[in-house]
Nanobody, 121 residues
Framework: QVQVVESGGGLVQAGGSLRLSCAAS????????MGWYRQAPGKQRELVAQ???????NYVDSVKGRFTISRDNAKNTVYLQMNNLKPEDTADYYC???????????????WGQGTQVTVSS
């Protein structure tokens, strides 16, 4: 009932920038938390950044000062601005949304299909 679609990945040189976007749609009453996770080859998926409906943010230490998460509550959309990218940021990036379904008022956790980010040295 809830779909999450990411966009904006690609190939960039070290020091460059990319902006990821993610939109949640469907039978949504509210989206409480939206976030970005990433998974590099051979590694576990890790939380990169998270933002609540009130604008509180949380970042993994390795991206602090380089990445900025923001959201448009009216559009149920979250963005991840990634600056000064490093080769170690190379991974598949996944969007996550947690909220309440409009019809049933039950909670949902939805994941996108992922978008690839490759940073060359």
């Amino acid at each position: 009932q809830v779909q999450v679609v990411e966009s904006g990945g690609g190939l960039v040189q070290a020091g460059g920038s990319l902006r990821l976007s993610c939109a949640a749609s469907g039978s949504i009453f509210a989206v409480n938390v939206m976030g970005w996770y990433r998974q590099a080859p051979g590694k576990q998926r890790e939380l990169v950044a998270q933002i609540t409906g009130g604008g509180n943010t949380n970042y993994v230490d390795s991206v602090k000062g380089r990445f900025t998460i923001s959201r448009d509550n009216a559009k149920n959309t979250v963005y991840l601005q990634m600056n000064n990218l490093k080769p170690e940021d190379t991974a598949d990036y996944y969007c996550n949304a947690v909220g309440t379904i409009a019809t049933s008022r039950t909670s949902f956790v939805a994941w996108g299909q992922g978008t690839q980010v490759t940073v060359s040295s």
